[in-house]
Every structure is written in C-alpha cells, then in structure tokens.
DNA sequence: AAAATATTTGACCATTTGGTCAAGTTTTAT
DNA sequence: ATAAAACTTGACCAAATGGTCAAATATTTT
C-alpha cells in the first residue's frame, strides 16, 4: 500500500496553484447541471450532487454556499452559451441566412448541453422564480430586436406575414428544444436507441427546412 | 355559534351518497395536478398538495394510499384528454384539415390544462421513469400511424417531403406545447401580460399557419 | 334503531434534508 | 522552514418529509 501513496502524491502534484478551486467549481456545476436537470430545484438533494461529483457534501457547500446559490450559478452559465447562440440572429441581413444559422446554433446546443436546456425548462415550468430579472430584462430585450428584425422582413416582403413575429421565434425555440428536454422521449420513438450524431444532423436539417418554408422560403 | 352548525348540516346534505368519494378525489387530482406542474415528484410535498385541496394530511393518504400512486394517477387522468385530441389526426384524409384540427386542439389543450402539460414535461424531462411503458406502448403505436399517414402524403403529394415524418410530429407537439410549458415566459414577452382569450385565438391561427406552410401547403 | 361501513383528523414516527462546525490536511507566501 | 491561507471531511443538528394509526364522526345498510 505503501506505493499507492505514492502514486497519488504524483498524480496530485501537477495538480497547481488556484487551479483547484476553478477545477472543483466546474466538476461541481457540471455535476449539478446533471441533478437539477433531473428532479429540478427542490427535487435534488445536495448529496445526489456530492455524490455525482464524486465530492464530500460538506465540500459542495465550501465552494457555493447553498443549494440556492449552485443552482443560480448554474442558471447563469447556461446563459452565456445560450446568448452566444441568440447574439448571431440579429447579425444577418437576409432571413434565410439567419434562421439557418440560428436554428442550427440552437440545434446544436440542444445536442451538446441536453442538461442545461432541461434546468432552464424546469425552472420557467415552475414559475421563473430564480430568472424572473434575467426573463424580462436580458431575454425580453433580445426578443424585441429579433422581433423587429422579422417584421422588417415582412416590410421587405422577405418573408410572408406570420402575423406576431413572436410565434414564429416560439417554434423556433420549443422545436429546437424538444431535442434536448425531451431527448429521452425522442429515444423511445426511435426505437428506443438514442440519435446517432449523422441522424441528428438530418434532423437538424429537416427542422431548418421546416421552419423556413413556414415562413414562405424555399430552402 | 350554534346557527353556524345549522348552516353546516345545511350546507352537506345535499352531497349525497357515493359522491363523496367522487368528489374528494377529483379536488385532490386537480390539486396535486397544480402543484406536481410546479415541483415535479420529488419536489411536490404531500402537504402541499392536501393544502391546496384544504384537506387534511390523512385525507389525501387516506384516498391515494401514496404520493407517487396519485401522481401516477394525475399523469392518466391527463393522458385520457391528450389521446382524444390525438385520435382525430388520422381520421382526416386531407393533410390540411387534419392539421388544422390537430393543431387546434393541442393547442386549446395548451390553454385549458396547462398543469397537466407540465407535469408530462416534466414526468418526460426527468427520464419518464413511470411513463416508459405508456410511451413505448401506446404512444409508439399512435406515432407509428400518424408517421404512416404524413408518409402517404408525401407519396400523394399532398404535401412537401419532410425528411422523417417524426420531425414534423415534433415540431406541432413542442410549438403548441410550449404556450402551456413556457406560459410565464410567454406572458412576461407579453409585456407581463397574460395572454386573452382573443390573443390566444390569433395565436393559435398562427401556429397552424406556420405549420402548414412548413409542409408546403398554403393556408 | 342499531350494526356495519366509510370518512375525517390530529398525534405520532423513522428517515431524509440543507446546512454548520471544528479538527485535520494541503498549498502558498514569507 | 514556518506561518498563514485555502481546502477537505466526518460528525452533528434542527426542520421537514412521507407515511401510519387509532379514535371520532358521518353515512349506509339491515
């Protein structure tokens, strides 16, 4: 046994300086994101976390205090991810270019941080009680120019009239997400084997086609 | 105070019989039904809900013997109004009224049972650990004919080719899902607003056009 | 009317929960 | 080298939880 203290000594030491926060902060929100996306909220236990952080609980809560806090800071770093993707909309000129780009982006994000679409679902199920700023702050400014950004297409006769620009950003995004949030129903009906990644890059095409010929463009 | 007890043996008389099972049972349903929306399972307590039924403790154990066994309970009483919408679909021979039909009656779903779209959003997100076989079973069945149905009109060309029909079976679930999932985010795009019962119905108009453009077919 | 059945309810309990704390260990700064 | 700061962790706690039970009350059956 006496070489197995060793081994760990050696494997500890490149292990440097104020790194160890920053890995144990980022072990621990990924092991959160996975919880939460699971039972939401109140519906995980701070030691389902430690214990798929592979950490003392009494660790969990050095780091962030409450379950509260680990939670909100999970929220807010999904956000980042999600904004990058929704910053791009409003960079394009011709709607087409845009709605290939953003739905992809979002596609795309569904299938690389499922857990993190599954917290934010959660969270606005029950009422946005954590988000409610962030909701009607950040999202709804964002929401506003994309809204502009659709109706001067419908001017431009870029695109027909869908009537509320708000409906047709509400597909986007509930289509988008229902490859995340309800990934496990989508396996299921797949024959109960989950998407392969060239599967999911048809669908993802398939969901661009869909959304804009709804909105009169041919693909 | 003694008028009061006379106003009480009044007031219960008239709940006669074998109601009283009945009834209790339907107030404990549309409680547990309201708060499983916002807690999820695990998150919900059975206080809660006897609280929300101004019922005792005792009285909801007393009928539902076990908190997952009423939650099981509430996800049925649900799914019996989620297949009366579904069994139209493959009723209708033209693509366009059967979309349109669909796609309003989830959507009215959307807007006169918004807990129990949440509690299968949630029940979905959280893994469907108590709805495997429903979803694998007779879900599977229902989508495997509807599947059929949107692929016999590709073949007539009725409509566009959509890739995998199953994209489009997503894309109607999710966007009308969403106004009942996503009701808070909705209404706080809505300028805090909770959408009337006239904004619903442009909405849901909406909605069906975008789908049926989606597939080729002009509104 | 009285026996049988169904309903109501407060008191109670073992378990789980989020969170604290202090004693130990490791890393960094001097 | 050694003091200071940062990190680790098991033991512990008060509050909340799902569920039980028996006694009281109401309803139905005979």
Redo the contacts between chains.
């Keep these: 046994m006496g070489n197995l203290t060793d081994a760990a000594k050696v494997r500890r030491s490149p292990r440097s300086k104020e790194t160890i926060r920053e890995e144990n902060e980022l072990i621990i929100l990924a092991a959160a994101e996975k919880v939460f996306?699971?039972?939401?909220?109140?519906?995980?236990t701070t030691k389902q976390i430690a214990d798929t952080a592979k950490l003392p609980k009494s660790n969990i809560h050095y780091y962030f205090y409450t379950k509260l806090n680990l939670y909100r800071c999970v929220l807010e770093s999904i956000l980042v991810d999600w904004m990058k993707a929704a910053d791009t909309f409003n960079t394009f000129d011709e709607p087409r270019e845009a709605i290939r780009y953003y739905v992809g982006a979002k596609m795309d994000l569904s299938r690389t941080r499922p857990f993190g679409s599954?917290v934010w679902?959660?969270e606005?199920?029950?009422?946005?009680p954590e988000m409610?700023e962030i909701?009607?702050s950040k999202?709804?400014k964002w929401?506003d120019s994309c809204v502009q950004s659709i109706n001067r297409w419908v001017e431009l006769e870029k695109i027909?009239n869908?009537?509320?620009a708000?409906?047709?950003l509400?597909?986007i995004?509930?289509?988008t997400?229902?490859?995340a949030?309800?990934d496990?129903?989508?396996m299921?009906?797949?024959n109960?084997k989950k998407l392969t990644d060239s599967e999911f890059e048809?669908?993802k095409?398939?969901?661009i086609?869909?959304?804009l010929?709804?909105?009169?463009l041919n693909p």
Aim: no cysteine; glycine share 10%.
């Design positions: 996306a699971k039972h939401g909220l109140k519906g995980s599954k679902a959660n606005i199920i029950s009422g946005a409610e909701l009607s999202l709804k929401v027909v869908v009537g509320d708000h409906t047709l509400y597909m995004w509930a289509t997400q229902h490859y949030d309800f496990y129903q989508v299921i009906l797949n109960g048809e669908k095409q398939q969901v086609d869909l959304v010929r709804s909105v009169g």
